[in-house]
């Protein structure tokens, strides 16, 4: 069984900072991409990290948030600064996961709210 779970979303007024989590737990022999997508409504890449640290972002977010991972803990982070309104939904953690029996397949977190007020 693996899980992802988020944290760090909240309630923001609009040029603030947030910083969300995501951590990967349970059968996991190794993760390769994770990554972060907002849902507002369609589930809409906003960056992307590999195992080695290669990141990717949405034309939205570029020079504002920053994705980063702790491979030791496969936790990954999005730092979302000089955040807007329309930043504003649901944001949700993938993982590219090869579990323990072998098997690779994405997996996703239950997803936080990230509300930031004009």
């Known amino acids: 069984q693996v899980q992802l779970v988020e944290s760090g979303g909240g309630l923001v007024q609009a040029g603030g900072s947030l910083r969300l989590s995501c951590a990967a737990s349970?059968?996991?022999?190794?993760?390769?991409?994770m990554g972060w997508y907002r849902q507002a409504p369609g589930r809409d890449l906003v960056a992307t990290i590999t195992?080695?640290?290669?990141?990717n972002y949405a034309d939205s977010v570029k020079g504002r948030f920053t994705i980063s991972r702790d491979n030791a803990k496969n936790t990954a982070y999005l730092q979302m600064n000089s955040l807007k309104p329309e930043d504003t939904g649901v944001y949700y953690c993938?993982?590219?996961?090869?579990?323990?029996?072998?098997?690779?397949?994405?997996?996703w977190g239950q997803g936080t709210q990230v509300t930031v007020s004009a």
């Open positions: 195992r080695g640290g290669q990141t």
């Open positions: 993938k993982g590219s996961i090869v579990n323990s029996g072998g098997f690779y397949r994405d997996y």
């Open positions: 349970g059968s996991i022999s190794s993760v390769t991409v």
